[in-house]
Each structure stands twice: as C-alpha cells, then as structure tokens.
C-alpha cells in the first residue's frame, strides 16, 4: 500500500473512533438522562451504567454497520478520502451543539457528511445507493414520530396500571423498573450508534484493499475494529454530556420515576426494532420524542415547547449543514493531494 494511501486510512480510524468518542459524550447522554432526572441513579452510577450497557450494545448485531460502510455509496466511486472527509466534518457540528446543550442527532451529522463526500467524490448523486438512502429517510421520518406515540401511551398505561398505589409506592417500583428501561435504552443506543463508526471503518478498509470479502454482498467487519469502537463508544460515554443531560432530563419536563420509565422504553423499543433492521435510527429524535410525548399526555402545557424548538431546529439544519460539510471536507482532502 502506498504511504499517503496508508496515512489515509490511518487518519480514517482515528477520526471514526473520536466520531465514537463525541457520539457517546453526546448521544449516551440521551440514553442515561431520565434515570438521573428522576433520581434513580447518582449521575457518575448512571455514566458507568451506560458506558457499560453502551459497550455490550455495541458488540450486538451488524446491520446498522453494513447499511453505513456497504449500502449508502456505490464502492466504485469510494476513495480513502470519501470516508476520512465524512468523519473530519462530522464531529465538528457535533461538538459545536453538544457544547451549546442542543440534543443534535450525530447519525445525522455522521450520514449527512458521508452523502456529501460520497457527491464530491462520485461527480454528483451517482455514487449513492437507493438502498441505504431509503433507509436513512424512513428513520428520519419515524423515528421521532414512533417515540412520541410510544411515550404517550406508555405513560398512559403505567398510570392506569399505577392508579392504586401509594406515591412512594410507585416511586419505588417505577424507580427499579426504570433501571430496566434505562439498561435497555444504552444497550440499544450501543447497537445503533455503536455501530456507525464500525461501518466507516470497515468501508474504508474494504476500499484500501485490506479486507477481502467472499462475495459483493458480503461486509466484512473485523473484530479489532468491533472492540476499538465500543470502547470509544465507552469512553465518550464516561466523559458525559451534562449539559444535553440537563436539557432532556429537567428542562423539556419534570419527570417522575413512571414517565422516565414510559419515555425510555419507547425510546429503546423504537431503536432496537429499526437498528436490527439496519435502519441507522437517531436515538436523540427517539428520546426525544418519547420524553415529548410523556410530557404532552399531561396536557401541552406540560411541555416547554421553547427548548423543543431549539432542538428542532438543530434536527433541521444538522443534515443540510453536514453534507455540505462532508462535500467541503472531500474537496479540500483533494486540494491537498489526499484521494
């Protein structure tokens, strides 16, 4: 292998492992936020407590890593530089809205770049494959919409199913089984999220020649690559995002033990029946939603509709702003002699 091929392939890596890194200081907020609003767990318990969950996840399935590295762009228009170009521009707006407590979807900055890199490399939307971008679409369009259904009918049936009990009661069961809910909601981020820094470097070690699959259906992903991104997954997760953990945990909705438990069952629910699926889902439009939806179930004014726009609109720019990124990252690669 060429040494500026080798340089790029390398970089690759690198830059798809702090992709991980931001994605589980950002997103693995998400996943553990409700179980600290409501107390169940101390915030440093709740961090190891999804760091672990988010690792297991990650080692769990594939789909969401070949629908990334193998479905979205036509191999033949794939350079080093299309992957390395997505991975550079993604964790900048990701970091950008994390600093600023915005709950921004990183699939989203991560897929949005990878397009754009994939339309500078390939001349135009060639290079893409209607199979992977389907995907991408349905998971744009339901799940935030499936979060907030869930959520609101969840709510309402662990209220019908509480009616009888005393307030500490139900703080107390709702407070256990929301350690459930919260387990399953990491691990199920884990299996997403976890999983798309897999496929960019899986696709980038396809594209170098180093891997060798047995058929063009096949996707090889090695376990080195597996095990190096759920620990980044991890570590990012340890680092925590307290901010974004403050936004969806106390200032969207107070929560109680019940409404925690409601919001991240849906949540995971949601998740882990696309991502199986290889639907690269966002788990900040599901919790969100959920959380969304658990809150309108009290009425509209239960919700503070004011923090839910700002993160709309973060959900509305991140994609428009990512791709472009992705196609400036691509072409500036190239200026400088990396392709």
């Not at 994390?98 to 754009?116: E, K, Q, V």
């Not at 490399?121 to 349905?138: N, R, T, Y």
């Not at 976890?194 to 259906?217: C, D, N, R, V, Y």
């Not at 620990?231 to 990012?236: E, K, T």
Request: charged share 10%; hydrophobic share 55%.
């Amino acid at each position: 292998m060429a040494t500026l091929a080798l340089v790029t392939l390398i970089l690759t890596v690198l830059f798809a492992l702090v992709f991980n890194l931001t994605n589980g200081w950002n997103d693995a907020a998400n996943a553990v936020a409700t179980v600290i609003a409501t107390r169940v767990l101390s915030p440093a318990k709740a961090i190891v407590f999804g760091a672990v969950l988010n690792f297991i996840g990650a080692l769990f399935s594939s789909e969401v890593a070949r629908t990334v590295g193998h479905n979205i762009a036509d191999p033949a228009f794939l350079t080093g530089a299309t992957f390395l170009a997505a991975v550079m521009a993604a964790p900048v707006w990701i970091t950008w809205c994390a600093m600023r407590g915005l709950p921004n979807s990183c699939s989203h900055a991560l897929l949005g770049a990878l397009i754009g890199s994939v339309v500078a490399s390939s001349g135009g939307i060639v290079g893409l494959k209607a199979e992977g971008i389907h995907k991408i679409l349905f998971g744009v369009a339901v799940c935030p919409v499936a979060g907030f259904v869930g959520g609101f009918i969840l709510v309402r049936l662990t209220t019908w199913i509480g009616r009888g009990f005393r307030p500490g009661t139900a703080t107390a069961v709702f407070g256990r089984l929301q350690l459930l809910s919260a387990a399953a909601m990491a691990f199920a981020h884990g299996t997403g999220d976890g999983q798309k820094a897999m496929g960019i470097i899986s696709g980038a070690l396809l594209t170098a020649g180093i891997t060798h699959p047995m058929s063009e259906h096949d996707f090889v992903i090695p376990f080195w690559v597996r095990i190096a991104c759920a620990l980044a997954m991890a570590a990012g997760t340890s680092l925590g995002g307290w901010r974004v953990m403050r936004t969806l945990g106390s200032r969207i909705i107070h929560l109680r033990t019940y409404q925690g438990f409601s919001a991240e069952t849906a949540a995971a629910t949601t998740i882990l029946m696309n991502t199986l699926g290889g639907i690269p889902i966002s788990t900040t439009h599901s919790i969100t939603g959920a959380i969304m939806g658990v809150g309108a179930s009290q009425g509209v004014k239960a919700v503070r509709w004011g923090v839910g726009q700002k993160i709309v609109f973060a959900w509305i720019v991140t994609f428009p702003i990512c791709i472009v990124a992705g196609w400036l990252m691509y072409m500036l690669l190239r200026v400088v002699g990396i392709q």
